[in-house]
């Protein structure tokens, strides 16, 4: 007799990706900068610890929020008892503000047009949920952050059908692969539901531009599908000039007609770095999306302690203006810090402007220009340097030797740490490689002298 459901027993979870195995050795290991100071160094999870002291002196400064309380009175037992699950009215209000915010005030937004739900995660698999049927596809340019095929495919039965993107153009979208990936999804009897894109790009670390958007928008609207734009990356945006959300591009009147097809997936999981608060959004102007996502929302809510205690803390537009300011020099500096401590190693990265990692390239390193190979770095680097990043085959990448590094997550003295064994490792590969040449070179010129005597002693007299 089988003990588990065909869902629970499949294997489409993803958790035999290098993504989630990387995670799983670290986890044997970790870094400790006092306790454990030879483990690994997790670069692998994209989290933002740069500005918890801003939160916790927020926090300090405002004790009736962490302490259940509104206006000195206690609101214990209204927090405790049941919610209903369209949420707090001032957490929404509090948090479609805060996405204003983000986006320069260009957009607002409206909190019955908000559904909360227990992250992104959740976010993204129930607007699959209501938009595709099991067996129906949704169409997501490569690279694309590992945790998709979890969340979109493994319990809604829905396929993705990747956008097939290239380092010749730095990863952009274009024309040729959207219809490529819409084509080749047809050739495979699928039904296209929608384009999902991630705007900042997890794992690329850029903002899609205007032009990509336009191109997008164009497509969904010519192919009759669904749109849905992953914004949870939003306030990692260091370069604030350039980003602009599909909320913003749809305000022009040529784009009305697709107003109800556009979907926003909000977070306050990277910017806030607050994944363990478990607080996600979808944001959409149909009313039937909104209102099946709501009552799908009752899987997996906010708790109403945690919609309390962020609710004082989103309104308080004075300390969030501070808090996006001074979160953006921080990223900006870390990434800098990343990318020129690869540089020293040799090492370049995919120019970015957001995000909490970088994307790295290590094509010149692979033995070659295989996935194979990319798996033998990922393994040196996993065990030897004893570093935590995600291969870019996990994210699907269509080029081998790029690799997903994560920057936000440690410390300063970590980050400089990783970057010296990088450079360790890398010269010590290339002084062992010099010393094999020159010893392989020795014993080929002594070879060469010796054939060389040998041929010459075996001639004739008469042919010297």
């Not at 570093?387 to 440690?410: D, K, T």
Request: hydrophobic residues 40%.
């Amino acid at each position: 007799m089988t003990v588990l459901s065909r869902l629970a027993g499949s294997n489409t979870h993803g958790q035999d990706s290098s993504y989630f195995l990387g995670w799983e050795e670290y986890e044997k290991n970790p870094f400790d900068e006092s306790r454990n100071p030879n483990g690994m160094i997790q670069m692998g999870l994209a989290e933002n610890q740069l500005c918890f002291d801003l939160l916790e002196s927020w926090i300090a400064k405002n004790p009736d929020s962490a302490n259940f309380k509104c206006n000195g009175q206690s609101v214990f037992r209204d927090l405790a008892l049941f919610q209903d699950y369209h949420g707090l009215p001032q957490f929404k209000k509090a948090f479609v503000s805060y996405m204003s915010l983000l986006r320069g005030n260009k957009v607002t937004f409206d909190p019955s047009k908000l559904v909360l739900t227990a992250g992104a995660t959740s976010a993204n698999e129930t607007l699959i949920f209501c938009l595709a049927n099991p067996g129906e596809a949704v169409l997501i340019p490569t690279p694309y952050y590992p945790g998709f095929d979890r969340d979109l495919k493994w319990r809604t039965g829905a396929e993705i059908v990747p956008i097939k993107c290239s380092s010749y153009n730095n990863f952009k979208i274009t024309k040729t692969a959207l219809e490529e990936a819409y084509n080749s999804a047809k050739n495979q009897g699928l039904v296209v539901k929608a384009v999902l894109v991630t705007n900042p790009s997890n794992p690329l670390g850029t903002t899609l531009s205007k032009d990509e958007i336009t191109l997008v928008l164009n497509f969904v609207s010519s192919k009759n599908m669904h749109l849905i734009s992953d914004e949870i990356y939003a306030g990692t945006v260091f370069n604030s000039s350039s980003f602009t959300s599909v909320m913003e591009a749809i305000t022009d009147k040529k784009w009305a007609h697709l107003l109800d097809r556009v979907h926003v997936v909000s977070s306050l999981s990277k910017d806030l770095g607050l994944p363990g608060f478990r607080v996600g959004a979808i944001y959409s102007n149909d009313p039937k999306v909104v209102s099946a996502a709501t009552k799908m929302s009752s899987f997996g809510l906010v708790s109403a302690q945690t919609q309390h205690l962020l609710a004082g803390l989103l309104s308080d537009h004075k300390f969030m203006e501070k808090y996006i300011t001074h979160n953006q020099a921080r990223l900006k500096a870390r990434q800098a810090m990343l990318v020129s401590g690869l540089k020293r190693a040799e090492i370049n990265c995919l120019e970015s402007n957001s995000g909490l990692f970088a994307w790295v390239d290590m094509r010149h390193l692979l033995k070659s220009r295989t996935f194979e190979a990319e798996m033998e770095l990922w393994k040196d680097v996993l065990y030897e340097m004893k570093l935590n990043i995600s291969p870019g085959s996990s994210c699907h990448c269509s080029e081998p030797g790029w690799f997903r590094v994560c920057f936000a997550n440690m410390s300063d003295h970590t980050l400089d740490l990783a970057m010296q064994r990088v450079k360790s490792f890398l010269d010590s590969k290339i002084n062992k490689n010099s010393h094999s040449y020159l010893k392989n070179s020795r014993r080929a010129r002594s070879l060469s002298s010796w054939v060389f005597r040998l041929s010459f002693d075996d001639k004739e007299p008469e042919e010297r």
